[in-house]
């Protein structure tokens, strides 16, 4: 009998996560709210809103029955946007048992809280965080289902959980790495997503290649500071979470955060860019979330300070550049503290 798998929600990245799972021959049930995509993925074996002209797996069915979903599986991905989050986690509570893997694979925090994910969702399930497994780094849902080369990283605070993700999802085409830092890997997934926007809204202005550069350079600069003061390894934002999705993300025109932040450059508005992309964009609330927590760890992130004022205070993204050139000097290497970087060589 085959082996099942659940993914919750039925979106462009979990598709793609569950594509990769059925191509192992894994009986994959992914569940939706929606009835129309329902019926449009078991009939056609299409998901066109969100991955157009891609045809999936026939052993990779919908339901909009959440215990239909998990009933029996083995484990549950989770790949809900970050404002549905906890609710999601609390409608699976009923049907989720102690054997069950639990992988999430959302970049974001919950805005009113500041927590990061896997503490949203070990909270409604009533279970220890180190039973919650996130998967990151560089991987375009358009590019996983086509079976592009991937390579990605899954984290836990318990190795045996990292190690069973990494079983559940490793194939071919789509190598997965473990790691030990599963704040680090949340923080760089999350984070990264406000550099896209930035670097979309310079390449919206038409500040070229150099601007970019910078603007990725001194955003991981910025992730890796506050990402320390968290509790983070810095050494994980040079890594496939940090670095390596930060490039894909911030320079892709499959990323929505970067469409987001291109649009912004060209001088429309927040409302009007939400409403065209029709998916969520996940680094806004990130943004807002990132703002607070700067202050709560009194950590200098003046580019997500910038693009704070850019999408909730009206800023010009032009005068919002020229802010950023016009700092006071600094020197290159102020990534954090020396007893930060100290405390992580002992």
């Not at 990245?13 to 191509?23: I, K």
């Not at 550069?213 to 994980?236: K, V, Y």
Request: net charge negative.
């Amino acid at each position: 009998m085959a082996r099942k798998v659940a993914v919750l929600v039925a979106g462009s990245w979990g598709t793609a996560l569950a594509s990769v799972l059925a191509d192992k021959e894994m009986n994959v049930v992914i569940w939706t709210r929606n009835e129309s995509q329902k019926d449009e993925i078991n009939r056609l074996h299409t998901n066109g809103r969100f991955l157009p002209g891609v045809t999936l797996p026939p052993n990779l069915t919908a339901t909009t029955d959440m215990h239909e979903a998990m009933d029996e599986a083995e484990a549950v991905v989770i790949v809900a946007p970050s404002a549905a989050i906890r609710e999601v986690a609390r409608q699976m509570r009923p049907y989720w048992t102690e054997g069950m893997l639990v992988v999430h694979a959302t970049k974001g925090f919950e805005t009113e809280s500041l927590k990061r994910i896997s503490t949203v969702i070990a909270e409604e399930l009533e279970c220890e965080e180190g039973r919650i497994v996130v998967l990151s780094g560089p991987s375009h849902a358009e590019e996983v289902v086509k079976r592009c080369p991937t390579t990605v990283v899954v984290a836990a605070l318990d190795d045996s959980m990292a190690i069973r993700a990494q079983d559940l999802f490793m194939n071919p085409y789509f190598r997965v790495y473990t790691n030990r830092d599963m704040v680090g890997v949340e923080l760089a997934g999350a984070l990264k997503n406000i550099i896209a926007l930035g670097a979309g809204m310079s390449d919206g202005l038409g500040f070229g290649d150099n601007a970019k550069a910078a603007l990725l350079t001194r955003g991981l600069a910025e992730i890796t500071r506050i990402g320390a003061e968290m509790g983070a390894n810095p050494l994980t934002f040079a890594g496939l979470a940090g670095v390596g999705d930060l490039v894909v993300t911030a320079t892709s025109r499959h990323s929505r955060n970067w469409r987001a932040g291109y649009m912004l450059g060209e001088g429309k508005k927040l409302e009007t860019v939400l409403s065209s992309m029709g998916m969520v964009v996940e680094g806004i609330r990130t943004t807002k979330a990132a703002h607070t927590l700067s202050d709560m760890y009194k950590v200098q992130m003046p580019i997500t300070q910038q693009l704070y004022q850019v999408l909730f205070e009206g800023l010009d993204p032009r005068t919002a550049v020229e802010a950023l050139m016009g700092r006071d000097k600094k020197t290159e290497m102020e990534l954090m503290s020396i007893e930060t970087w100290e405390t992580w060589h002992k």
